[in-house]
């Protein structure tokens, strides 16, 4: 799957299948300051992410 | 996972509450609403002057503030200081006049270049070196002071800002390790001690609202919206409790709306011991009231500027 992690402006690449909760935390990112968009659709940390997905990692966090 | 309320999948979930697009959407404006009503926020014999910088935060509760304006015909108007940080904040002031075109709201801009003399970059490193103050404080003090300042000029009554569920359990935090409940006693939906023809009263109708809840909004409602971070923020001490406090929420769902909640029982308490009592002094340079002879705005200007255009 593709990733882009917003925050630090990042784009990583993973050959699995996991949820977006175990993907948070293979990245050690607090899935309390993200939000998961895959394939430009909003979705729960809970659910499976396929190879295929193109997932984004939006932070939540202020500004300043 | 499918919606509580429809067949929709669902892009929401808190504490076992699933909802769809539509339906977050309506959950969201119903808890703001909610909120401006349960604490009399404002009327129609107000004047609202919304506080805004065009971010995330600002930017749903400048929406939302419109949206219930409107609703009950209330004077309403944005406020956005452009404090001129390179960046930062000139795209979010961007953001922001396209925003407010796009929504038909009117939008006063006050930069700290015209009006203090010098932008918070040039000012940075002195504050700094010879100060030993943080720009979040120099930015915080004179944001303050602005807002209040130029929202009375514009005759409002009333000053909503975009401080959410996160702000106000970091404030709470912050002040709680400081030992400072008098800081405290000043939080809440409607904050300040005491009420004075040179203050215009705050308020917070995101309060009861997540930044996650707020980002979500922002995004299904397809906000353009700035998402940098202040290039400042590393240097504070908020930016270290709400990293700490985002590591309880994960660990504890639910806990940064039991603390503020856990507040709100303890706050008119709070509000009753630290009442203003003594009368209020003026600072002898600007006039506005302050705890001693001249007001902390007042003393950055003779610190900081160099030349005062």
Known sequence: ?64 | MKCHKCDQKAVYKNQGLLLCKNHFLDYFEAKVFKTIKKYKMFSNEDTVCIAASGGKDSLAVLYMTSQYCKKYNINHFALAIDEGIAGYRDHTIEDLKEFCERYDIRLEIISFKEKFGSTLDQVREKALKEYNKKPCTVCGILRRTYLNRYALKLNATKLVTGHNLDDESQSFLMNTLLGNMRHNASLGPITGLTTNDKFVPRVKPLYFISEQETRLFCLLKEFKVDFTECPNIGLSFRANVRDQLNEIENKFPGAKNGMVNAFLEILPTLKEKYKETKPFSYCEKCGEPCTGKVCNACLLEEQLVVRKI
Request: with cysteine; hydrophobic share 35%; aromatic share 2%.
């Open chain 1, 1 to 64: 799957m593709n990733i882009y992690i917003e925050k630090e402006n990042k784009q990583l690449e993973l050959d699995k299948e996991c949820t977006g909760l175990e993907l948070l935390k293979e990245l050690k990112i607090n899935p309390t300051t993200v939000l998961l968009v895959n394939n430009n659709e909003v979705v729960l940390p809970e659910e499976k992410l396929s190879k295929d997905s193109n997932i984004k990692i939006l932070s939540v966090v202020s500004g300043g």
